[in-house]
């Protein structure tokens, strides 16, 4: 009897989970002024936990089902937490939005950024070398 009640409790869990998922990817198709690469991969991982716990209990492993629960219950509030700080962000009229993964576009951004400050600065530094060498050259 325990361990019927134990898999009722189990099944119970994996339905609140499905639909704690379901939300976060409503919430995620809601915000339209953002994509999140962080969040579409915790919902893929929170959706794939649940597929491996509804196998798990099918095999009566219940250890292993509420470790994958637990999983899942970790990648959709992660998901959800990353949605609610950007809608943050969007609610403040910031335009920077929190990316926990850059693009290859702002990767090389910054590097054509930094390049161009390095050339400016090594430019600088060749000026002042070749006023210091004219200095030393007038004064002889």
């Given at each position: 009897?325990?361990k019927l009640s134990q898999s009722k409790q189990l099944i119970e869990r994996i339905a609140a989970?499905?639909?704690?998922?379901?939300?976060?990817?409503?919430?995620?198709?809601?915000?339209?002024?953002?994509?999140?690469?962080?969040?579409?991969?915790?919902?893929?991982?929170?959706?794939?936990?649940?597929?491996?716990?509804?196998?798990?209990?099918?095999?009566?492993?219940?250890?292993?089902?509420?470790?994958?629960?637990?999983?899942?219950?970790?990648?959709?509030?992660?998901?959800?937490d990353i949605l609610a700080a950007e809608a943050t962000e969007h609610i403040l009229g910031q335009?920077?939005?929190?990316?926990?993964?850059?693009?290859?576009?702002?990767?090389?951004?910054?590097?054509?950024?930094?390049?161009?400050?390095?050339?400016?600065?090594?430019?600088?530094?060749?000026?002042?070398?070749?006023?210091?060498?004219?200095?030393?050259?007038?004064?002889?």
């Open positions: 009897m325990a989970l499905e639909q704690f998922v379901c939300v976060v990817k409503e919430a995620q198709a809601a915000a339209d002024y953002h994509q999140n690469e962080a969040v579409d991969l915790s919902v893929i991982n929170a959706e794939s936990a649940l597929s491996e716990a509804v196998k798990s209990l099918a095999q009566y492993d219940r250890p292993n089902t509420a470790k994958l629960l637990n999983v899942a219950w970790f990648y959709a509030k992660f998901a959800q335009g920077t939005y929190l990316d926990l993964v850059e693009t290859p576009k702002q990767v090389q951004t910054w590097f054509e950024d930094t390049a161009i400050r390095l050339e400016k600065r090594l430019l600088s530094y060749e000026g002042e070398l070749l006023d210091a060498s004219s200095d030393q050259e007038d004064s002889k």
